[in-house]
C-alpha cells in the first residue's frame, strides 16, 4: 500500500481494481504497527485548509452514518439466512469526529465498504432465494382456486396455469397467467398487480376482473367486473405501452395478429361464468362454442361439414356431462355427432376422446 492509492481513496477516486485492493488492504493490514503508522503519517501531512478532503470526509461519514450502516447490515445479513454465510457478529463504535478519530476512521470504513460489498452479494443471493416461485397448474377437469401472499384470489379454468412468488418484493406484485383467470385483487394503491399473460400485461391495484389468455388463441381477453385497470403492451425491450384504461362492465379484446383491441361492453356474466361452473352461451358461432366445450370437457371437436359454422347457439350448462350436451345440442340445431373412446399410448398414456360433429338434412 502507498501513500497516492489512499490519498485517491479519501477522494473517492479510485478505480474498481485500485478500490478492491485498498479493501483487501482495510482488512488486512489496515490494523498492524505498519498500518497504523502509514495512516498516521498521511494525516499529519494533510493541509489544514484542504476543503477538498474536508467535502470528501464529509461524505464518508455520512456514508458511516447513513449507507453503510453496519448495525443495519448486521441484521440483515442476519436475516439472510445461516446458509448463505458465517457471519460473526462486530460491533463499531464512532464517537468523536476529530482529526485522532478520522485516523481511526478510515480503516473502519475500509471494513465498513468491505462488508458492505460482501452484503451486497449476500443480499443478492438472499433475493434469489426469498423470489422462489410457485405454480400452480389447474387440471383438465378442475377449476382451482389459488390464494396469493397480499390476500388477493384467482380463479383458474380448466389447463391454464398461474406462477407468482412465494412472497411479493419491490415495487409490483407481478404474477404470468396462461390459459384463464378470474382475479379478485386485494386493494393497495401504492404497490400494483400485474398478470403478464405472453405479450399483454393488465395493471390493476384492487380491483375484479376476467382474462382469458390461452396460447393457441389469437387473442387475448380482458373482462372488468370492477375498479378500473390498465391494459398495457411489451415492446421488444419489455417496456410496458400503455393500450387502453378500462372501465367497469368493459371488455377488451387484443388480436395477437395485427396488435389490435375490440372494445365491447358486458351485457352478463358468460365471460367469466366458468368461475361458478357455469358454461353460458348467447348467440355464440358454433366455433367458439365447440372451443369452449373442447376446453371444458377435454376432447377435440371437429366441425365436419362448413354449414354448421353458420348456426349460433344460445344455452346454459353447469352438471351436464359431455353427451348430455351433445344430446341438449342436437335438440336445438341440425346436428348429429359421434364420441370416439380414448386410446392408450405406447407410453401408456391415452388420447383426447374426439368428437365429431356433422351437419343433419332434415325435412
Not at 447513513?66 to 460473526?88: C, R, T
Not at 415495487?171 to 386493494?187: D, I, K
Amino acid at each position: 500500500m502507498n501513500k497516492e492509492l489512499l490519498e485517491k481513496y479519501c477522494k473517492n477516486a479510485c478505480t474498481k481494481e485500485e478500490l478492491s485492493s485498498v479493501l483487501k488492504w482495510f482488512e488486512e493490514s489496515s490494523g498492524t504497527s505498519e498500518g497504523k503508522a502509514l495512516l498516521s503519517k498521511i494525516w499529519e501531512e494533510l493541509p489544514e485548509n484542504d476543503s477538498d478532503l474536508k467535502i470528501n470526509f464529509d461524505i464518508i461519514l455520512d456514508k458511516i452514518h447513513h449507507k453503510v450502516n453496519l448495525a443495519q447490515s448486521q441484521n440483515l445479513l442476519e436475516e439472510a439466512d445461516q446458509n448463505l454465510i458465517l457471519y460473526k457478529r462486530r460491533k463499531h463504535f464512532i464517537s468523536i469526529l476529530s482529526r485522532a478519530a478520522a485516523i481511526l476512521m478510515l480503516p473502519v470504513l475500509g471494513f465498513g465498504l468491505y462488508m458492505s460489498s460482501k452484503y451486497q452479494s449476500i443480499r443478492h443471493d438472499q433475493i434469489a432465494v426469498n423470489q422462489a416461485y410457485n405454480e400452480v397448474i389447474s387440471s383438465v377437469d378442475a377449476i382451482t382456486k389459488v390464494s396469493l401472499p397480499d390476500g388477493s384470489n384467482v380463479w383458474l379454468n380448466h389447463r391454464s396455469k398461474l406462477k407468482y412468488p412465494a412472497m411479493f418484493q419491490g415495487n409490483s406484485r407481478t404474477v404470468e397467467l396462461t390459459g384463464e383467470g378470474y382475479f379478485e385483487v386485494a386493494h393497495n394503491p401504492k404497490i400494483p398487480f400485474i398478470v403478464k399473460a405472453g405479450e399483454i400485461q393488465v395493471l390493476a391495484r384492487g380491483t375484479t376482473f376476467n382474462i382469458l389468455a390461452y396460447p393457441d388463441e389469437d387473442r387475448v381477453e380482458t373482462s372488468l367486473i370492477n375498479g378500473n385497470v390498465e391494459l398495457q403492451r411489451l415492446d421488444a425491450n419489455k417496456n410496458s405501452i400503455s393500450l387502453l384504461k378500462m372501465k367497469p362492465a368493459d371488455l377488451a379484446i387484443y388480436k395477437k395478429s395485427d396488435k389490435k383491441i375490440i372494445t365491447r361492453s358486458i351485457e352478463d356474466e358468460r365471460y367469466y361464468s366458468w368461475k361458478d361452473g357455469k358454461l353460458i352461451f348467447k348467440k355464440e358461432p358454433m366455433s367458439e362454442v365447440v372451443k369452449k366445450l373442447g376446453r371444458w370437457f377435454n376432447v377435440d371437436i371437429k366441425i365436419k361439414d362448413p354449414e354448421l359454422f353458420e348456426l349460433t347457439y344460445t344455452a346454459t350448462f353447469e352438471q351436464e356431462t359431455l353427451p348430455q350436451v351433445m344430446e341438449l345440442l342436437t335438440m336445438v340445431t341440425p346436428i348429429n355427432y359421434s364420441i370416439s373412446n380414448r386410446k392408450e399410448a405406447s407410453d401408456g398414456t391415452f388420447s383426447k376422446r374426439k368428437v365429431v360433429l356433422t351437419y343433419c338434412r332434415r325435412n
